[in-house]
């Protein structure tokens, strides 16, 4: 099944803003919008939005996502050591009958 | 508080079988869809089936479409993964998840290494 698209990628200074992109088509992102999850090394990821710009309680609100048709993003503001971590996004696949993931945006934090 | 707790992982050979369990506790299991989704080792996430909170359906990847069977027992507060016919590219950790408008609770994750 095909997956979403995500820059492998992405390398950010501390305190500045990372927006992390995941596009995918009419049939998942485009339709319902796409989750993000991060995952820090050696443990199971963890959500961060839902349906776009919906948090979870407990997740902070450097933390916010949108969408621009096909097109997901994630926007971290005032970066810290602890957001180093990978990104996922994912979304329902009305065509597929599935869930796609997308492969994961390695975020480095200068 | 809210609680996956994946167990039955382990080596196997190829062509053989495993099944997989997932313990929720501290939320109304029956009340909510699950998910199995893994992670081969170095690699992204792979969503592997679905099963909606009374069992009615499945649906499943391509990848294990025929080989693997997702289940769960509302009794016990468990789900399963029944995996067979299994391959060396099945090798990764199994996680399960919780779904509330997405995958919003995650297990620990079990290991499974498919290898002669």
């Known amino acids: 099944q095909a997956g979403l698209t995500q820059p492998p990628s992405v390398s950010k200074d501390l305190r500045q803003t990372a927006t992390l992109t995941c596009t995918g088509n009419s049939n998942n992102v485009g339709n319902q919008g796409a989750a993000w999850l991060q995952q820090h090394q050696g443990h199971p990821p963890k959500l961060l939005s839902y349906?776009?710009?919906n948090r979870p309680s407990g997740i902070s609100e450097r933390f916010s996502a949108s969408r621009s048709g096909n097109t997901a993003s994630l926007t971290i503001t005032g970066l810290q050591p602890e957001d180093e971590a990978d990104y996922y996004c994912s979304a329902w696949d009305i065509s597929l009958s599935a869930w796609v993931f997308g492969g994961g945006t390695k975020l480095t934090v200068l | 508080q809210v609680q996956l707790v994946e167990s039955g992982g382990g080596v196997v050979q190829p062509g053989g079988s495993l099944r997989l369990s997932c313990a929720a506790s501290?939320?109304?299991?029956?009340?909510?869809?699950m998910h199995w989704v893994r992670q081969a080792p170095g690699k992204g996430l792979e969503w592997v089936a679905f099963i909606p909170y009374d069992g009615s359906i499945q649906f499943y990847a391509d990848s294990v479409k025929g080989r693997f069977t997702i289940s769960r027992d509302n009794s016990k507060n468990t789900l399963y993964l029944q995996m067979n016919s299994l391959r060396t590219e099945d090798t990764a950790v199994y996680y399960c998840?919780?779904?509330?408008?997405?995958?919003?609770?995650w297990g620990q994750g079990t290991m499974v290494t498919v290898s002669s």
């Open positions: 998840a919780k779904e509330f408008e997405s995958f919003d609770i």
């Open positions: 349906k776009n710009n």
């Open positions: 501290e939320f109304t299991f029956s009340n909510y869809n």
